[in-house]
């Protein structure tokens, strides 16, 4: 009997399929997504056949969901959900805390103005938004090296909804007040434990809207989305459908926006936590959707090998 091949396809998400079979002992998986014109983005990882086309165990089933590459036909919906998120929990953030967990420009500009000691207060405003950087960079690295190990989109996204469970805890616990600093008291440092987690989750929506190659959902920052989607010589192409780059960017930006105003209107009628576990049920609906997404042979869930 010979061993077992497995098909492992590279997806793309406007210019139809490209399937390789590899085989041996050990499977090579490679996916490279490309949209409409071709930015292309890599990722690669290895994973343990079963052998034998013997049927797999249920707990090989399991993690069978973290090595079956997704259909990333509609995922744009998701990484739109994901922009709405970043702006909710930014907005959420600077409002309570002064420092943004997904905006890595505005930490950057915080951090320049540090240096000559400004703004005057409060104090160590440099500090929290030098740490949100560093844990936004470092979870980029994190998250590249799981993406290599893993599927993407559903071990991306669990991660980062654990993240945004355990912010809303302590917000919840009362370990961290909610309310707006006085810029003139204390630092209090232990709002730099859910600034952290936040700023963990919004490395992985945009290494995720990376790994899916839709680049103009960057789901954390919109100054490059809105000069690409002015520099766009189709802008005003009609029908819509026609422009599905523009489309998407004008519903990130919108996303985006609707959800920092969203946090400002929950401020003043609710508390930070419940505006926090609505970012953890919208990004929990996007962790069980991923467990049920199809993948790229249009199968609902990864299955055993058949016997040669």
Known sequence: MQSPRRSLSSATTEEGIDTKNIPGDGVQRSRTASIENGTDVSYTGTTTGTGQGLPLPSGTQISQYFLTELDPRRADIVLIICGFVGGLVDGLSFNAWGSFSSMQTGNTVFIALGVSGQPEYPAYLWAKSLIALTVFLLSNI??????????????????????????????????VSPKPEDPRAPIEWIQILPITLLAFQAAGQICASRL?????????????????????????????????????????????????MTAGGLSKSCSMASSLWLAVALKGAITVSWFVWKDVSGSLRPKADSPV
């Open 142 to 175: 994190f998250f590249i090296h799981l993406s290599r190990a893993l599927n993407p989109p559903p071990s991306l996204n669990s991660h980062t909804t654990a993240a945004i469970i355990v912010a809303a805890s302590v917000v919840q616990a009362g370990i």
């Open 212 to 260: 899916l190659a839709f680049d103009e959902i960057p789901t954390v920052v919109l100054t490059t989305l809105l000069c690409d989607l002015l520099v766009d010589t189709k802008l005003y192409t009609r029908p819509w459908s026609a422009n599905p780059k523009r489309n998407r960017r004008i519903a990130a930006f919108l996303a985006l926006f609707s959800g920092a």
